[in-house]
T-cell receptor, first 114, second 113 residues
Framework: NAGVTQTPKFRILKIGQSMTLQCTQD?????MYWYRQDPGMGLKLIYY???????DKGEVPNGYNVSRSTTEDFPLRLELAAPSQTSVYFC?????????????FGPGTRLTVT | TQLLEQSPQFLSIQEGENLTVYCNSS?????LQWYRQEPGEGPVLLVT?????EVKKLKRLTFQFGDARKDSSLHITAAQPGDTGLYLC?????????????FGGGTRVLVKP
């Protein structure tokens, strides 16, 4: 059981470039999330999904897009990267039952936009 | 303005001392979680509290949920260098869609040997 995996671990982008951050979970969780964490701060929700084919905006969705074609995968797309998107990005997943509301996090992707 | 306020933002103590971290809101939570995050890693769940007034212990860590379910605290007794990390509280607000968590800004704890 690998849990939640994210690739790449690090990436440097130039302003205006695009990229996709990959996230995969092998726990058969319905719920998946993308967060960003700025230095010394908590996590802000970008997008989330309650199941395959269903996505919704979180607190800070501008500049990002997501898709959820399978239960396992939840990629995050950055179009036209901007310096304000420099951050650490975490993907997380959780199960359906109230007792399973624990969110399991991946190791993060550190993105720098210059 | 953060929905969940954590205090203090940073705490530096000597090994063996005690510390308390607070998490407060003006909103009522369905439940509240505490996570610990180490450098270069994602947060890991420590505990979930659900009932107002609930107290949970995890070895040297004691978690308390306020009676009105608007606040929580984390107390560490006899802190050790291994307790160093970023402590995050996260709450499920009542009727939040998608099981979404709202995170506090975090408290960075440094325990010096």
């Amino acid at each position: 059981n690998a849990g939640v995996t994210q690739t790449p671990k690090f990436r440097i982008l130039k302003i205006g470039q695009s990229m996709t951050l990959q996230c995969t979970q092998d726990m058969n969780h319905n719920y998946m999330y993308w967060y960003r964490q700025d230095p010394g701060m908590g996590l802000k929700l970008i997008y989330y999904s309650v199941g395959a084919g269903i996505t919704d905006k979180g607190e800070v969705p501008n500049g990002y897009n997501v898709s959820r074609s399978t239960t396992e995968d939840f990629p995050l797309r950055l179009e036209l990267a901007a310096p304000s998107q420099t951050s650490v990005y975490f993907c997380a997943s959780s199960g359906l039952a109230v007792s399973s509301y624990e969110q399991y996090f991946g190791p993060g992707t550190r993105l720098t936009v210059t | 303005t953060q929905l969940l306020e954590q205090s203090p933002q940073f705490l530096s103590i000597q090994e063996g001392e005690n510390l308390t971290v607070y998490c407060n809101s003006s909103s009522v939570f369905s439940s509240l979680q505490w996570y610990r995050q180490e450098p270069g890693e994602g947060p890991v769940l420590l505990v979930t509290v659900v009932t107002g007034g609930e107290v949970k212990k995890l070895k040297r860590l004691t978690f308390q949920f306020g009676d009105a379910r608007k606040d929580s605290s984390l107390h560490i007794t006899a802190a050790q260098p291994g307790d160093t990390g970023l402590y995050l509280c996260a709450a499920y607000m009542i009727k939040a869609a998608g099981n979404k968590l709202t995170f506090g800004g975090g408290t960075r704890v440094l325990v010096k040997p």
